[in-house]
């Protein structure tokens, strides 16, 4: 069966019909508007849209992939300003042909990721368009801490990263040469696993700034650098490239330290942290935050003390998109 015949409401229905009843929520979908708790009185609120042929292709993830990659995204942004993951909600545009079964899956994967982040979808709009367009709006609870924002990094403190780095990247490039294998990478495209649970916790530790890694590591460190007005400088040496990632670098022909930089899509943590910090193993120093930015110029981000030039990172004006 197709949307179109199901109609705005029957769609409606089917969608939320396969949401849990939480009790974190107070009101779900099904009334004008939800009702979250917000038990400190702020709300951590950020959006993230989807589009069919730019974010993902139906040849290449499934409905239920694209769903989790959606909320991963979304949930991951809550958890770099260090807050707990809440409430999702989704816009969804889809054109009258789709299959059913395709917005159902795709609400399944939403569900599925938000119970990895301890969140619920608790809303969202359906709209008939022509590419598929998945809107998503996410809430999260800092638990009565401060935001963790890209604005605090000061000099001397250390650069480190938890989560995948460079395996989307990897993914996206064997996908993109018309192969389905290693699955590894194919798989991390697919469904990223960002570290939740350690964005509250570099809070806990004292995180001075921290970002998920989106369009790549040295273009997210960028804009802490130029929010917090100083220079990073990252240890290619630091970063362990695992020898599967080696060898299909090799077989493509891509330097793996290039997904690594400049990969986006795995949505890793990466955050400064005064240099005295215990950081438990999960994070890896990666470099550290060298000195103020000059008053005239603007943050920067080098590796090994020289600028980063091979391909900046993703940027949805930039050449590569
Ligand atoms: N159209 C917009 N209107 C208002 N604010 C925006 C708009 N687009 C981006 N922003 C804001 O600019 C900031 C940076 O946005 P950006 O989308 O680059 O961050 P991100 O969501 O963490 O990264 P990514 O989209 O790569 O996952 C965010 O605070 C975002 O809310
Ligand atoms: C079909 C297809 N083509 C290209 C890409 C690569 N890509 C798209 S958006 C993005 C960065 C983050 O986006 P945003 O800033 O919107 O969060 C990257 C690396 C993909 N995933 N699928
Ligand atoms: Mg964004
Ligand atoms: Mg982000
Ligand atoms: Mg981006």
């Known amino acids: 069966m197709q949307v179109g015949e199901l109609g705005e409401f029957g769609l409606i229905r089917e969608l939320t019909s396969r949401l849990p009843q939480t009790s974190a929520v107070e009101l779900g979908p099904g009334d004008d508007a939800a009702v979250v708790a917000a038990p400190d009185g702020r709300v951590v609120a950020t959006t993230d849209v989807l589009l069919e042929g730019r974010h993902f292709r139906r040849d290449w993830s499934t409905a239920y992939d694209v769903g989790r990659k959606a909320a991963a995204q979304n949930l991951a942004d809550v958890a770099a300003m260090g807050a707990v993951p809440t409430a999702l909600l989704l816009g969804l545009v889809v054109p009258t042909e789709l299959p059913v079964t395709w917005a159902l899956e795709l609400m399944d994967g939403l569900r599925d990721e938000c119970q990895v982040a301890g969140a619920a979808v608790v809303g969202g709009d359906v709209v008939r368009g022509d590419a598929i367009t998945v809107s998503i709006t996410a809430l999260g609870d800092l638990q ?30 064997v996908l993109s040469r018309g192969f389905r294998s290693p699955r590894a990478f194919v798989e991390a495209h697919r469904r990223p696993e960002p570290p939740y649970h350690a964005g509250p916790s570099a809070s806990v530790l004292g995180a001075t700034s921290m970002i998920d890694v989106s369009d790549g590591l040295v273009a997210d460190l960028g804009h802490v650098a130029e929010a917090s007005g100083v220079h990073i400088d990252l240890h290619a040496a630091d970063f362990d490239i695992p020898a599967q990632m080696a060898d299909i670098g090799q077989a493509v022909g891509v330097d793996p330290l290039l997904w690594v930089l400049s990969g986006g899509e795995d949505h890793a943590l990466v955050a400064t942290f005064p240099a005295d910090t215990q950081l438990p193993s999960r994070w890896r120093v990666v470099g550290e935050v060298t000195r103020p930015a000059s008053l005239t110029g603007t943050g920067r981000v080098t590796v090994d003390g020289a600028p980063w030039d091979r391909t900046g990172g993703w940027d949805h004006f930039g050449a590569q998109a």
Do not use: M, Y
């Not at 401060?146 to 990247?169: E, F, Q």
């Open 144 to 173: 009565g801490r401060r935001a963790v924002t890209r604005s605090g990094a000061r000099p001397g403190d250390k650069v480190a990263v938890t989560g995948w780095l460079g395996w989307s990247a990897a993914g996206f490039t």
